[in-house]
Each structure stands twice: as C-alpha cells, then as structure tokens.
C-alpha cells in the first residue's frame, strides 16, 4: 500500500443541469421494475385515450358509462346520442328476443 493514490471525485459540469438529471432518474425510476411499470403504462394509456376521445368527440361528449349515466340523469345528452342508443336498444331487443331464424329440427 505504499504506492496508493487517493483518488478525489470532483463534479465536472456536463452541460445539463441538475434538476434535469433528477427529474429524468424520476421518470426513468418506474421502468425499472415490473411491477411499476405496468402501472405507469396502464396510467398513461388511460389518460391519452381521455385526452384523444375528447379532443376527437368534443367536450359535450360521454367518454364512458359512467359520464353517460351522470348526463343522462342531468339531461345533457344530445339528442342524437340517445337516439343512437334508442336505435341500438331496439336492434338487440329484436335481435335476441325476436329471432327471424326459424330453429332447426335435429330429429331428436
């Protein structure tokens, strides 16, 4: 151990600042493991698909059951909308309950 060096850490500057080298370990810190990871892309997948629906439908327009029950009870719905929904009520009302198809004799 005579010829040891001690050997002294300085900060040399790297031209980014030290809060962004923080925040990208911060962002970087969910991707590390399995678990947090799924939840932070399941987080991200939910929040971009309510941002793109309603940036595509308009502001007015129920994202999910939820937003559409709450406007239905309020009256906010378009009346467009409910006669969608009445259109689509109808055709599984005949669909499933009111079969054209006649049911096939097997001979049994």
Do not use: C
């Not at 493991?33 to 793109?52: K, Q």
Request: aromatic share 10%; glycine share 6%; charged share 25%.
């Amino acid at each position: 151990m005579e010829n040891s060096k001690n050997v002294v850490m300085s900060s040399k500057p790297t031209g980014t600042a030290k809060w962004k080298i923080k925040l990208h370990e911060i962002l970087r810190y969910p991707m590390r493991r399995t678990g947090p990871a799924i939840v932070a892309s399941t987080l991200l997948y939910v929040a971009m698909y309510n941002i793109g629906v309603r940036w595509w439908k308009g502001e007015n327009h129920p994202i999910n059951r939820f937003m559409w029950r709450i406007q239905e009870q309020n009256g906010n719905i378009d009346p467009v909308l409910l006669a969608k929904k009445e259109a689509v009520l109808s055709y599984q009302e005949d669909r499933f309950y009111h079969p054209r198809d006649t049911v096939p004799d097997l001979g049994v």
